[in-house]
C-alpha cells in the first residue's frame, strides 16, 4: 500500500542542488560536443537535450511521482510509439512503460540510431529511467540503405540548387573574366608605372583579387558563407607550407623586383657580376642573361646578382690600363718616364684628359720598375688591344733611346779551389778560342748600338711591312662580338625584359 505525503520544504529545497549537478553535467556534455569526433555528434546532442528536459523538470519541481497511474504510463508510451513511428530507424523498437520506467526493446540497424531511441525517451518529464534493451543489428543492407537514403537526399537537394548553383557560376564567370580583362590592358598599368616588371605585378595582383573576390560573391550567393572561412584557412597553411618549400625560388622573384627597380645596369654593359664577365643582353624575372667576350651565353641568378658584386665598366666610358717596365739601374728613371709618356701620348686612342701618367713603384735586385697608368674610351676602344699596342710602343721608344730592360742577373761564387782550375783551364785554351770568345761577349753591345744589324728589329721589321700586320695596330673594339650582341637583343625572349627601354636608348 502506498503512502502519500505532502511535500515539505526540505524536500523542495533540494530541487537546487539537483538543479546545479544538471547543469554542471550539461556543460561537461557540450565540452565533449566540441571536441568529439563528428560521428558522435547526433548521440551528444540527444543526451543534452535529455539533460536539459530534467533540468527543466527539476526547475518546474516536478519531481518522482509518488502514486504514478496507469493513465500516465499509457500516455508516456503512446507519445514515444508516436514520435519512434515518424522517425527513421526506429520503426522495429518496441516501448513499454511501468511506474514511470521505460523499456526500449527490438531492434536497430547501428548504435547511433539506439542512442537516439533513448535520448528522446528521456526527454519526456514523467519519465523516471530507461532501460536499453535493444538489439543492434548491425545489418549491411539496412545501413547502407540508410547510407543511400542519406545521399539520395543529398543528391535532391543538390537538383534543387541547381539554378542557384547556375547563377553563381555565371556571377562568378563574369567577375572573374573582367578582371582577366582588365590585368591584359597593359598600356593601363605601364601609364601607372613605368617599369615593366611592377607593371606586370600590378596586373596579376588585380587579376587574383577579382577571382577571390568573385569567389566570395558566387559562395555567399549559394548560402555557403561558413566554406569561405575554411578555404582562407587552408589556403594560409597551404601558404605556409609552399613558401618553404619555394624560398629560393620567391627570394630570386623578390630580388628581379627589385634588380627591376634599381636598373644597375642596362643593356649592351659590359659588367663583371661575381667574376662572371660578359655584356649585358637582358635581365628576365629568373635570371640575368650575359654575352661573354667568348661568345657565350651566360645566365646568373637574379638572387646572386642582388646579392653579389657589380662591376660596370661601361658605366663610365673612360677606364685606365697600367702596365710595368723595368729600366737598367744605371739609368735615370725620370728620363725613361718622359721618353715613355711621349711614346703613349702618340697612339691616337689615348685620352689627353685625363692624361696618361708614370711612377717609379719600386727598385727591384737588377732594374728599376715603372708603371705607367693610361686612360682610353673602352664605347669605341678595346681594352686589351689597347694596353698590348701601348706596352709595345713604349718598349720600342725606350730601347730607341738607349735604355736596356736588364733581365735578372745572378752572381755565382766559387771556392778558391775551383777558381783556381778554372784559371788553369783558361790558360791551358789555344790562342784563337781565346780571341773567339772575346768576340762572342763583344757581339751583343756591337749589335746593340746598330739597330738595323740587330737580327730580330730586322726580322720584325720586315714582317711588319706586310700590309696585313695593320689589323694588330687597330685598337677598336670587336665588331663580330657586337653584332651578335645585337643579334640576341633582337631575337628576343618569351620572358618579359625587365630593364628599362628608355635607359636602353640613352646608350
Keep these: 500500500m502506498a503512502a502519500s505525503f505532502t511535500r515539505s520544504p526540505a524536500t523542495r529545497s533540494t530541487s537546487k542542488p539537483r538543479a546545479r549537478r544538471l547543469y554542471l553535467a550539461l556543460a561537461l556534455m557540450l565540452g565533449t560536443l566540441i571536441t568529439a569526433p563528428s560521428y558522435a555528434a547526433d548521440e551528444l546532442s540527444s543526451a543534452a537535450g535529455a539533460l536539459a528536459g530534467s533540468s527543466a523538470a527539476s526547475e518546474t519541481g516536478s519531481g518522482i511521482e509518488t502514486a504514478p497511474t496507469p493513465e500516465q504510463d499509457r500516455a508516456i508510451q503512446a507519445r514515444i510509439e508516436g514520435i519512434f513511428s515518424e522517425l527513421e530507424g526506429l520503426e522495429a523498437v518496441t516501448v513499454t512503460v511501468t511506474q514511470g520506467v521505460v523499456t526500449l526493446e527490438g531492434e536497430t540497424a547501428n548504435d547511433r540510431k539506439a542512442q537516439q531511441a533513448l535520448g528522446l525517451a528521456n526527454r519526456l518529464t514523467d519519465v523516471v529511467a530507461v532501460n536499453d534493451t535493444i538489439t543492434r543489428t548491425l545489418d549491411v543492407q539496412d545501413n547502407v ?96 607550407a609552399v613558401g618553404f618549400a619555394v624560398k629560393d625560388t620567391i627570394e630570386n622573384y623578390i630580388a628581379s623586383l627589385m634588380l627591376s627597380i634599381r636598373q644597375p645596369f642596362r643593356a649592351r654593359d659590359q659588367v663583371v657580376i661575381n667574376g662572371q664577365e660578359g655584356i649585358v643582353v637582358r635581365l628576365t624575372s629568373r635570371a640575368t ?170 726580322r720584325a721589321e720586315s714582317i711588319l711591312k706586310d700590309p696585313t700586320a695593320d689589323a694588330l695596330f687597330d685598337a677598336r673594339p670587336d665588331e663580330k662580338l657586337k653584332e651578335k650582341v645585337e643579334e640576341e637583343i633582337a631575337r628576343g625572349s618569351d620572358e618579359t625584359d625587365l630593364l628599362s627601354q628608355k635607359r636602353q636608348s640613352n646608350q
Design 289 to 458: 642573361i650575359l654575352m661573354t667576350l667568348d661568345g657565350n651565353q651566360l645566365r646568373i641568378p637574379n638572387a646572386e646578382v642582388f646579392k653579389g658584386t657589380i662591376l660596370n665598366y661601361t658605366q663610365n666610358p673612360e677606364r685606365r690600363f697600367t702596365f710595368e717596365l723595368g729600366v737598367d739601374a744605371d739609368d735615370d728613371p725620370l728620363a725613361a718616364i718622359k721618353v715613355g709618356l711621349d711614346a703613349v701620348n702618340q697612339l691616337a686612342f689615348v685620352l689627353t684628359e685625363p692624361r696618361a701618367a708614370a711612377l717609379i713603384t719600386h727598385v727591384g735586385d737588377s732594374n728599376i720598375v715603372l708603371e705607367f697608368q693610361v686612360w682610353v674610351n673602352q664605347s669605341n676602344t678595346d681594352f686589351a688591344k689597347a694596353r698590348s699596342i701601348a706596352i709595345r710602343e713604349t718598349k720600342h721608344a725606350l730601347e730607341r733611346t738607349g735604355f736596356s730592360l736588364p733581365e735578372p742577373i745572378y752572381r755565382l761564387r766559387f771556392n778558391a779551389s775551383l777558381e783556381q782550375a778554372l784559371e788553369r783551364l783558361q790558360g791551358a785554351l789555344p790562342a784563337h778560342s781565346k780571341s773567339d770568345t772575346e768576340h762572342a761577349h763583344d757581339a751583343p753591345s756591337a749589335q746593340a748600338e746598330g739597330s738595323p744589324a740587330h737580327p730580330a728589329k730586322a
Design 145 to 240: 540503405a540508410t547510407a543511400a537514403h542519406g545521399l539520395a537526399a543529398q543528391a535532391r537537394n543538390l537538383v534543387k540548387a541547381l539554378p542557384l548553383l547556375g547563377v553563381g557560376i555565371v556571377v562568378f564567370g563574369v567577375v572573374a573574366w573582367f578582371g582577366a580583362w582588365l590585368s591584359r590592358r597593359k598600356r593601363l598599368w605601364q601609364r601607372l608605372t613605368p617599369n615593366p616588371f611592377v607593371a606586370e605585378l600590378l596586373s596579376q595582383t588585380v587579376k587574383v583579387v577579382f577571382i577571390v573576390f568573385a569567389l566570395i560573391l558566387a559562395l555567399s550567393l549559394m548560402g555557403a558563407e561558413t566554406i569561405i572561412g575554411t578555404l582562407l584557412g587552408g589556403a594560409g597553411v597551404i601558404g605556409i
